[in-house]
Structure formats: C-alpha cells, structure tokens
C-alpha cells in the first residue's frame, strides 16, 4: 500500500459528460501528478500541483482540468468526454516538488467512456 | 523517434534465469525511475538514480549518464516477477517524467 489513494475505481460513463477524479496523497508529500494510461499511448504525465499551486503541465487538454486543495487532496476533472478519454488514470505524490523524487502512486482510476 | 526507449517489448523467461531490461534515453535527465506495474494495474517504484548503481533484494538498477542508458536486473528470477517494467526519465529542468513503452516480463515455473 503506497497511502495513495484515489476514488472512484471504476468510472462508466457515457460520451459527453462530465466526471472528477479524487486523489489523497501520502500524509506529508506535498507534491501531486496526475498521469494517464491508455493503451495506444502508454503513460503520460497530465499535470503536476505542488503545495496547492501547478507546477507543470504535460500532454493535458483543455477539456481536462485539475486542482490541489489546502488539505492538499487533488481532484481531475474530465468534461465533454470522448471515447478516446477512456484509459487508467493515476495520480503519484512525493514529498518535494522535483520530479527526480520518488513518487508513490495510487491504485488508479479506470474510466470507461461508453 | 521516443525519448525513452525500452527493450526487449515482451520477455519470457524461466524461473531462476537473470533477466536484464535495457532503457536509453535521448535527453538530459535529472534521474531515472524504474517502475513496476502489475497485471492489476497497480504501479511500484522500484528505484529512482541519478548515478551509479542500486541494490533491493534480486532486483539491480545501473545507469550510465554518458552513454544514456540504464539497465534493470532481476536474479533468481520468480513466477510473481511477471509484470510490466517501465522505466522513465525526470527531464533535466523540467518537472515532469516521460515514459518508456515498458517491457512485458513473464516467468514461467
């Protein structure tokens, strides 16, 4: 168990709509990526948030969205969706902001778009 | 052409064989990481490096920043080694990691 974690697991939902994605990082890890898997692209990193503010952004669309709360859980939007859209999301946490620092990932969210 | 990339894309051994997985990697990095992802889905970090090399148990990471290539070693390998390795690279300046397309790894008893 990495203390990750992301709810919910399975999302089913249909073209066109809108969903959000939870992640609670590790108790102290003030960093938060947010990365996607599918499997024509393998993985790739969407954003990353460091103590509630972004820090990077990767391969991200306009349609998606994400913040870092104070608490410092994050949330991934996702709207308009497509079928394409359908894919395993993760999200990772590390203590400092770099990303030559270990990252403990979360189980995953799998997002079907129907 | 990938930034990273791994090889071999599927690997099959036997149980006990040493198994090497190869990633080279085109740009300036910070470190590397290895990652483990299991038929459920689920991903481990097995070592980040930035130089040298890394010991846990039967598994060994080296990395070469001259020559732009790592490699990860399993010894004595497992039937419950099977999984996908994935290795990815932390960009010099910048924050995020690139990915490798990850080596499909199944042991046999």
């Known amino acids: 168990d990495s203390g990750v974690t992301q709810t919910p697991k399975h999302l089913i939902t249909a073209t066109g709509q809108r969903v959000t994605l939870r992640c609670s990082p590790r108790?102290?890890?003030?960093?938060v990526y947010w990365y996607q898997q599918s499997l024509d692209q393998g993985l790739q990193f969407l954003i990353q948030?460091?103590?509630?503010?972004?820090?990077a952004k990767g391969n991200i669309l306009e349609r998606f969205s994400a913040q870092q709360f104070p608490d410092l859980h994050s949330e991934l939007n996702l709207s308009s969706l497509e079928l394409g859209d359908s894919a395993l999301y993760f999200c990772?946490?590390?203590?400092?902001?770099?990303?030559?620092?270990?990252?403990?990932f979360g189980p995953g969210t799998r997002l079907t778009v129907l | 052409k990938n930034e990273v990339e791994q090889s071999p894309q599927n690997l099959t051994a036997q149980e006990g064989e040493f198994i090497t997985i190869n990633c080279s990697y085109s740009?300036?990095?910070?470190?590397l990481h290895w990652l483990q992802q299991h038929p459920g889905g689920g991903i481990v970090s097995l070592f980040m490096?930035?130089?040298g090399k890394k010991k846990h148990g039967r598994l060994i990471a080296t990395i070469n920043i001259q020559e732009k290539h790592s490699s990860l070693h399993i010894t004595a390998s497992h039937p419950r080694d099977s999984a996908v390795y994935i290795c990815?690279?932390?960009?010099?300046?910048?924050?995020?990691?690139?990915f490798g397309k990850g080596t499909k790894l199944t042991v046999n008893p």
């Open positions: 490096l930035s130089s």
């Open positions: 990772a946490s590390s203590l400092k902001r770099a990303s030559y620092n270990e990252q403990f």
């Open positions: 108790s102290g890890d003030l960093s």
């Open positions: 948030y460091y103590n509630g503010e972004e820090r």
């Open positions: 990815a690279v932390a960009q010099g300046g910048s924050e995020k990691l690139v």
């Open positions: 740009v300036g990095i910070s470190a």
